[in-house]
């Protein structure tokens, strides 16, 4: 947002062309955004939440999703044909997301077919990836997951095949393997610059699951070393993370789950409980005005850049240009094959 601008005055404007159009406009705020725009939203959550809101809302026109790219995306395959996505800042991406495209996951993935064939191969991909990603799931009877079911998502997929390509976040991938009881050597990183994403033949038929190499940059700022430090300053604390983290970290964290299971921790802890929460640094500010009766800390100041650029200003301005400006479309045969993909996952919750 531009220096110089009368935050109360872009607030009230805000407000006053919600109120005019009523249930024509919906407001998205994704968890990660800053406490301004989520009190401006009409719906606050993580991506899996708010996918099912752009789903069901039938009554609004115009949805702003204020969040990421690849959320407005998702938002734009599930919307209604008269439903008009926009995003209020077009350069708000996600750097996890950019580390896979459909070119180089069709490589890996006829890669992997000629070593083990690919009739009980099954692609899982995770929310934060663009939609011709989805597509090629819908396409190649797989689904979409988030970090609220993907667990769910992989029992489905291993309930439908023997073998899983799980893009573009290893870590996620990693964590729900092991939870879901699979051993490390049953899983393997696929390195999409290398050939065979540098594995042996052998490695890749004898893996249950191949994680992409993928991750997030605010969640891989966590360390080991920083919960120790936590642990030794703050004895009582209970320490949760995101299952985006590392291996090493969800290990030495006493719980672990997406945004919307650390709010609820939050809630639900008594009044007195010291909470270090390894996730994006809004969401801990935000938890940390709203439950003042308990001590909310972050394991480490990790900011995502991208949603950070979403503000008042850019708010507005898609307010004022409703329909015209950064609206999020996507081409007929993408968003079919993607919304296979999505309904897929919806049909988990």
Same mark, same amino acid.
């Given at each position: 947002?531009?220096?110089?601008?009368?935050?109360?005055?872009?607030?009230?404007?805000?407000?006053?062309?919600?109120?005019?159009?009523?249930?024509?406009?919906? &407001? #998205?705020?994704?968890?990660? @955004?800053?406490?301004? &725009?989520?009190?401006?939203?009409?719906?606050?959550?993580?991506?899996?939440?708010?996918? !099912?809101?752009?789903?069901?809302? =039938?009554?609004?026109?115009? &949805?702003?999703?204020?969040?990421?790219?690849?959320?407005?995306?998702?938002?734009?395959?599930?919307?209604?044909?008269? @439903?008009?996505?926009?995003?209020?800042?077009?350069?708000?991406?996600?750097?996890?997301?950019?580390?896979?495209?459909?070119?180089?996951?069709? =490589?890996?993935?006829? @890669? &992997?077919?000629?070593?083990?064939?690919?009739?009980? #191969?099954?692609?899982?991909?995770?929310?934060?990836?663009?939609?011709?990603?989805?597509?090629?799931?819908?396409?190649?009877?797989?689904?979409?997951?988030?970090?609220?079911?993907?667990?769910?998502?992989?029992?489905?997929?291993?309930?439908?095949?023997?073998?899983?390509?799980?893009?573009?976040?290893?870590?996620?991938? !990693?964590?729900?393997?092991?939870? #879901?009881?699979?051993?490390?050597?049953?899983?393997?990183?696929?390195?999409?610059?290398?050939?065979?994403?540098?594995?042996?033949?052998?490695?890749?038929?004898?893996?249950?699951?191949?994680?992409?190499?993928?991750?997030?940059?605010?969640?891989?700022?966590?360390?080991?070393?920083?919960?120790?430090?936590? !642990?030794?300053?703050?004895?009582?604390?209970?320490?949760?993370?995101?299952?985006?983290?590392?291996?090493?970290?969800?290990?030495?964290?006493?719980?672990?789950?997406?945004?919307?299971?650390?709010?609820?921790?939050?809630?639900?802890?008594?009044?007195?409980?010291?909470?270090?929460?390894?996730?994006?640094?809004? #969401?801990?500010?935000?938890?940390?005005?709203?439950?003042?009766?308990?001590?909310?800390?972050?394991?480490?100041? =990790?900011?995502?850049?991208?949603?950070?650029?979403?503000?008042?200003?850019?708010?507005l301005w898609i307010l004022e240009n409703l329909g015209d400006v950064n609206v999020v479309t996507v081409p007929d045969d993408i968003k079919a094959d993607a919304k296979l993909a999505l309904d897929r996952m919806l049909s988990l919750a």
């Open positions: 947002m531009k220096a110089g601008f009368d935050h109360t005055e872009v607030i009230e404007n805000i407000r006053a062309r919600k109120d005019a159009l009523g249930k024509e406009l919906i &407001i #998205l705020t994704h968890h990660y @955004q800053r406490k301004e &725009i989520v009190d401006l939203g009409d719906f606050v959550g993580d991506s899996f939440e708010l996918s !099912r809101k752009a789903a069901s809302d =039938s009554a609004c026109r115009h &949805i702003v999703f204020c969040g990421v790219h690849f959320m407005a995306e998702s938002a734009a395959i599930l919307a209604k044909p008269r @439903q008009i996505v926009q995003i209020p800042n077009e350069h708000a991406g996600c750097w996890m997301a950019s580390m896979a495209d459909s070119v180089i996951v069709e =490589s890996a993935w006829n @890669q &992997i077919s000629d070593v083990m064939g690919k009739e009980r #191969l099954v692609p899982v991909v995770y929310m934060n990836s663009d939609a011709d990603l989805k597509a090629f799931c819908g396409t190649h009877g797989g689904t979409v997951c988030t970090s609220s079911n993907a667990q769910k998502a992989v029992r489905w997929a291993f309930e439908v095949g023997d073998k899983i390509l799980f893009f573009p976040d290893q870590h996620l991938g !990693r964590n729900v393997g092991h939870d #879901l009881g699979l051993k490390a050597d049953e899983m393997i990183v696929w390195s999409p610059d290398k050939p065979l994403g540098g594995n042996t033949p052998e490695a890749v038929r004898a893996a249950k699951m191949i994680l992409w190499d993928g991750y997030c940059l605010v969640h891989t700022r966590f360390s080991v070393e920083q919960i120790e430090k936590m !642990r030794s300053e703050f004895p009582g604390a209970r320490i949760i993370v995101h299952p985006e983290c590392t291996r090493e970290v969800v290990a030495a964290s006493d719980a672990c789950g997406s945004t919307s299971y650390i709010v609820k921790y939050v809630q639900e802890a008594p009044a007195g409980s010291t909470i270090v929460i390894g996730t994006e640094i809004n #969401l801990i500010n935000r938890l940390s005005l709203q439950y003042p009766e308990k001590k909310i800390m972050d394991l480490n100041n =990790s900011l995502c850049p991208n949603m950070f650029k979403i503000n008042l200003g850019n708010l």
